[in-house]
């Protein structure tokens, strides 16, 4: 069910406070209202009873502690999904950035997903040549892995994640597609 409360108790930094909440579920979206404006989005990030801290994905400049309406969702946040994603550009929200135009959404899923159990799982073996001999012989990616990319002010971290991505295949050649994401 989802519902609504008038007002905020604290606002520091992107964090807002609410007392005297009651049903909330951790990192539950968070829908903010202030008269006149776009509405923001958040989740709560603590629970302490019936007070909730609300973290506020676009600023919580221009809130106000008395007329600001929170809406509570009743559901985590969510992502869209559909073909129509792929080779596109979003924002931190799921929005695109790219001057495209909007996606048409086949299914929405919740981000934080099932914790996988390592001892379960399948083996991997789709083994993604990258281009890269170092990462292909030092720190082997596999698909559906994290690879981090780090590197000092200045360095060419943008031309390494363009350069993996022109160049990322599976090794096998099974003639699977597969995307690459970067956030």
Same mark, same amino acid.
């Given at each position: 069910m989802i519902?609504?409360?008038? =007002?905020?108790?604290?606002? @520091?930094?992107?964090?807002? $406070?609410?007392?005297?909440?009651?049903?909330? %579920? +951790?990192?539950?979206? !968070?829908?903010?209202?202030?008269?006149?404006?776009?509405?923001?989005?958040?989740?709560? !990030? @603590?629970?302490?009873?019936?007070?909730?801290?609300?973290?506020? $994905?676009?600023?919580?400049?221009?809130? *106000?502690?008395?007329?600001?309406?929170?809406?509570?969702? =009743?559901?985590?946040?969510?992502i869209g999904?559909?073909?129509?994603?792929? %080779?596109?550009? +979003?924002?931190? *929200? =799921?929005?695109?950035?790219?001057g495209l135009?909007?996606?048409?959404?086949?299914?929405?899923?919740?981000?934080?997903?099932?914790?996988?159990?390592?001892? *379960?799982?399948?083996?991997?073996?789709? +083994?993604?040549?990258?281009?890269?001999?170092?990462?292909?012989?030092?720190?082997?990616?596999?698909? %559906?892995?994290?690879?981090?990319? $780090?590197?000092?002010? =200045?360095?060419? @971290?943008?031309?390494?994640?363009?350069?993996? !991505?022109?160049?990322?295949?599976?090794?096998?050649?099974? %003639?699977?597609? +597969?995307?690459?994401?970067?956030?």
């Amino acid at each position: 069910m989802i519902k609504q409360y008038v =007002g905020l108790d604290e606002i @520091h930094g992107p964090l807002v $406070f609410l007392d005297h909440v009651e049903d909330v %579920g +951790f990192e539950e979206m !968070v829908e903010i209202q202030v008269e006149g404006k776009p509405s923001r989005y958040g989740r709560v !990030v @603590h629970i302490d009873g019936d007070r909730i801290a609300i973290q506020v $994905f676009e600023g919580t400049n221009d809130l *106000s502690l008395h007329n600001t309406r929170t809406k509570l969702l =009743g559901k985590a946040v969510e992502i869209g999904l559909s073909k129509e994603i792929l %080779g596109r550009v +979003f924002n931190g *929200s =799921g929005k695109p950035i790219d001057g495209l135009g909007d996606v048409f959404i086949d299914e929405h899923k919740n981000i934080n997903g099932m914790p996988l159990n390592p001892v *379960s799982r399948m083996y991997p073996r789709n +083994f993604i040549q990258t281009g890269i001999s170092s990462i292909d012989a030092l720190t082997t990616l596999i698909r %559906g892995q994290k690879l981090p990319i $780090f590197s000092g002010a =200045g360095l060419p @971290h943008n031309e390494l994640a363009v350069q993996i !991505v022109k160049h990322a295949k599976i090794a096998e050649e099974k %003639g699977e597609q +597969f995307g690459v994401v970067f956030a």
